[in-house]
């Protein structure tokens, strides 16, 4: 008996060592990237252009083309997605069509970014001859990030109660209205949230815009969809594989870093709010 | 001479392989209120849900025989299936307003059809919350939500909401049976009011209900219908020996 | 009128779900297509196993064994690092974490799933490599066990919440009988309730599997950049991701090396899709119980 509690102890102790050490790692990694890139935040950082060949000066253009980047992504997915979850979760004949679909999202969303770079060169950049700019990399970004929307919508239509649906049908609502005016702005909070888990996955996104929209050595603000654009996360890692002068670079990308966290977890954040936010009000 | 509003000639219902209801020859009075009484899973609630199509939203069902309303049989009809719960109504076990506002759940029937205007919408609504004894509750919060009110009240909702399409048939799926007694009993004085302008068909697992408010009682048992005639006569003389066991094993 | 309006709405919303499998087609389609042509000159076999890889030599060689074996230790050393970090805490949290405690652990995991790769690079490259590199005296802090490090932190929350989910909805009942009958508590998460959640957190280890195979930014940063088999577990190594990135912008569209790298896509995209119909039909089991 003893034994087993000197085990229970040692398995304890052992449990607790995992998780303390976890729980340190990330806050040493948080911790440093903040406090690195900290020492460079400020409102010239933040909106004005670098200088001096990428070695000093602000981030503000990567910080247009990470905007220009999502939102032009998330405007092609948001329609697209909701539209395939209702044919998904309300539609879905025949069913080998269903099977098909699923499958093409399932395998999609398991895709390493680096294949939808690739992806996006190939046709958008060299079939279609958009070229490196802006639209080919929103269009490969809203590939990436298709899957995923479309997977939060259906988890938000399946939360809508079958209550809703035979009321509005037993009222003489045809499929279409009830999907439209009952279903549809029922799910919408979850809906929203999913919208923003993707925003914060786009951002954060190198792979897909290497080879499809970004580049380093610019300072103009991207003007049309045609012209090529830095991006935060390509940002960071350009300035620490192809930088010349480390003691000013290095901190540059711990800055942006600390800007695409704040982002990314901001957004992240958020999400995360809205959705207790739902669950408390929720009233069925 | 009554006016036989609802009828079903021989009625097969399966659902797959199970054959749920067996030979079904019902007739419904027009402005009357009919109850369906019976056990568990003896196919009351199916057959309600036969009236207004609602089956077919279940997968593997299928139907011989004929619904019919008045001489027009449902199920062949060239009234599309929208139509049709437009004239019949339907209110649910668990009442199941629409997470929105009072004024829009009772206007919601009337919006979709796209053919009222603002004015005529305002006027139906406030004559459905009226008839459905709820217009005094909530004639100065319209335009808050729905699922703020309480249950009894939100199933009075459920039924002016369904009242707004006047509707020819309100059928009624054991309406009370998640309420409390005060509700409960509000409701069924509402339906010997409604009964005098809309033919109301109930299915009810409380008897004593059945007693209380309808005029005519079907009487169903493992899906065929056993006995149907007026309440009176079923409960006091039933002529089926079936009738009588179940109508005694519950009081008794 | 209205008839009209169903049939467009029907015919958005199937030409919507038409729309993804395109895309899948077109991604296939698109990888193989720049490829493929690879295998008029180079045998598959070669490929492959082939560990010589010198697109720029007179007569290239194209050898993928290396990146292969690259990836392989990457991998593997997350998992080493990923697995008793991330099943620890979700077992933590799970079983002796309080109510309030986990509250606030478990959206702190789901935000931490969140920090894109390429900060997770920035890290490793900039503060874990040169300590590394000191601490061991090595001439490189960029190597497997770098890289490891910093896939295994990558990978962390996706193994701690999902082995987390698996672990709270494993019954009560179990743990109240396990515990009824005089266990000690560590013995009731080891012999009773890690067996039962088992299919989740095997999934949750094949997920993270699948995303470590996929990393691109972390490794390309971090696992040091050289194609040759690795002696020891600091030895710089370049995975299948690397390589694509690290090359793809100095080829010429259309050359061999540019189809090549296509090459090394479809490999990638095979293993990725082979691990994750593994995992589909892991998890699927595991709903079907």
Redesign the interface.
């Known amino acids: 008996m003893k034994n087993r509690k000197v085990l229970n102890f040692c398995g304890n102790g052992f449990l607790s060592i995992l998780v303390v050490i976890t729980i340190l790692a990330l806050c040493i990694f948080l911790v440093r990237i903040f406090s690195l890139g900290g020492k460079v935040l400020s409102w010239e950082f933040l909106f004005t252009a670098p200088r001096n060949c990428m070695q000093e000066g602000g981030i503000f253009p990567a910080l247009a083309g990470t905007f220009w980047l999502t939102v032009i992504s998330i405007c092609i997915v948001i329609p697209l997605g909701i539209l395939t979850a209702i044919f998904l979760t309300n539609y879905g004949k025949p069913k080998w069509l269903l099977k098909v679909v699923q499958i093409a999202i399932d395998t999609l969303a398991g895709t390493p970014s680096i294949i939808f770079g690739l992806f996006g060169m190939a046709v958008f950049v060299n079939l279609l001859a958009m070229n490196v700019s802006l639209i080919s990399g929103a269009l490969t970004l809203a590939i990436l990030a298709l899957p995923l929307f479309i997977n939060s919508c259906i988890e938000a239509i399946k939360s809508v109660?079958f209550?809703?649906y035979?009321?509005?049908?037993?009222?003489?609502?045809?499929k279409r209205?009830t999907i439209t005016?009952?279903v549809i702005?029922?799910a919408l909070p979850n809906i929203l949230t999913g919208i923003i888990v993707c925003i914060g996955r786009v951002a954060g996104e190198t792979a897909p815009i290497m080879f499809t929209a970004a580049t380093f050595y610019t300072r103009r603000l991207p003007e049309g969809l045609k012209d090529e654009v830095m991006a935060l996360p390509y940002h960071i890692y350009a300035l620490m594989t192809e930088g010349t002068r480390p003691e000013t670079q290095v901190p540059i990308a711990y800055g942006t870093a600390v800007v695409l966290l704040l982002l990314v977890l901001g957004v992240s954040a958020a999400a995360v709010i809205i959705r207790s936010s739902i669950r408390r009000k929720r009233?069925? | 001479m009554v006016n036989n509003i609802l009828s079903t000639e021989n009625l097969n219902l399966w659902f797959g392989r199970n054959y749920v209801l067996k030979y079904v020859n019902l007739n419904v009075s027009d402005k009357n209120i009919t109850a369906v009484i019976g056990p568990s899973g003896c196919g009351k609630s199916t057959l309600l849900r036969c009236f207004?199509r609602?089956n077919d939203?279940i997968p593997e069902t299928h139907i011989e025989g004929k619904v019919k309303l008045l001489d027009d049989d449902i199920y062949t009809s060239k009234m599309d299936v929208?139509?049709?719960?437009?004239r019949i109504?339907?209110v649910?076990q668990?009442p199941?307003?629409?997470?929105?506002s009072i004024y829009k759940n009772v206007a919601?029937?009337l919006?979709?059809?796209?053919k009222y205007n603002k004015d005529e919408i305002n006027e139906r609504v406030e004559q459905a919350l009226k008839a459905a004894w709820l217009w005094d509750e909530v004639k100065d919060r319209l335009h808050s939500?729905a699922?703020?009110l309480s249950g009894g009240q939100q199933q009075r909702l459920?039924i002016a909401?369904?009242l707004a399409?006047r509707p020819e048939v309100l059928l009624l799926d054991e309406p009370t049976s998640a309420l409390d007694p005060q509700s409960t009993s509000k409701i069924e004085e509402l339906c010997l009011e409604l009964q005098k302008s809309v033919c109301i068909l109930i299915v009810t697992h409380n008897i004593a209900q059945a007693g209380r408010i309808s005029n005519y009682t079907a009487f169903m048992y493992l899906g065929e219908l056993v006995e149907f005639g007026p309440t009176e006569k079923v409960f006091t003389v039933p002529q089926d020996k079936r009738t009588e066991s179940y109508l005694t094993g519950i009081f008794g | 009128m209205?008839k009209y309006k169903e049939k467009a709405f029907t015919t958005i919303t199937y030409t919507a779900a038409l729309f993804t499998i395109v895309v899948l087609f077109a991604l296939i389609y698109g990888l193989f297509r720049e490829g493929l042509p690879l295998f008029k000159q180079v045998s598959l076999t070669e490929f492959i196993f082939g560990s010589g890889w010198y697109p720029t030599n007179a007569e290239p060689e194209f050898g993928a064994w290396t990146f292969i074996i690259g990836s392989f230790c990457v991998t593997i050393g997350a998992l080493i690092i990923g697995i008793p970090l991330g099943l620890g805490s979700a077992i933590f949290i799970s079983e002796i974490a309080g109510n309030r405690l986990k509250e606030i652990v478990k959206p702190v995991i789901e935000l931490l799933a969140g920090i894109p790769s390429v900060v997770y690079g920035l890290f490793g490259m900039s503060a874990i490599a040169p300590l590394i590199r000191n601490w061991l005296n090595l001439d490189t802090g960029l190597n497997i066990f770098t890289a490891s490090v910093i896939l295994g932190l990558m990978i962390v929350p996706i193994i701690a919440s999902m082995s987390e989910d698996a672990l709270t909805n494993v019954p009560k009942s179990i743990r109240e009988a396990a515990l009824a009958l005089g266990s000690t508590k560590m013995e009731c998460i080891f012999r009773v309730i890690i067996p039962a959640a088992q299919r989740g957190i095997v999934g949750s280890i094949l997920l993270g599997l699948g995303r470590a195979i996929g990393e691109t930014m972390v490794v390309l940063m971090v696992a040091g950049g050289s194609a040759q088999i690795p002696k020891s577990i600091f030895a710089s190594v370049r995975p299948l991701t690397s390589t694509i990135a690290a090359e793809m912008g100095e080829t010429v569209m259309g050359s061999l090396h540019y189809q090549a790298l296509y090459a090394l896509a479809i490999l990638l995209f095979v293993i990725t899709f082979v691990i994750n119909l593994i995992t589909e039909l892991f998890i699927a089991k595991r709903d079907k119980q």
């Not at chain 1, 035979?166 to 003489?172: F, K, N, T, Y």
């Not at chain 2, 199941?96 to 929105?100: A, E, H, L, Q, V």
């Not at chain 2, 919006?111 to 796209?114: A, V, Y």
Request: aromatic share 10%.
């Open positions: 109660p209550d809703f035979e009321a509005s049908l037993a009222l003489g609502a045809t209205q005016k009952i702005p029922t009233k069925w | 207004n609602m939203l929208t139509e049709i719960r437009s109504g339907m649910f668990k199941n307003p629409f997470p929105k919601y029937g919006q979709i059809q796209g939500p699922m703020a459920c909401r369904a399409n | 209205s």
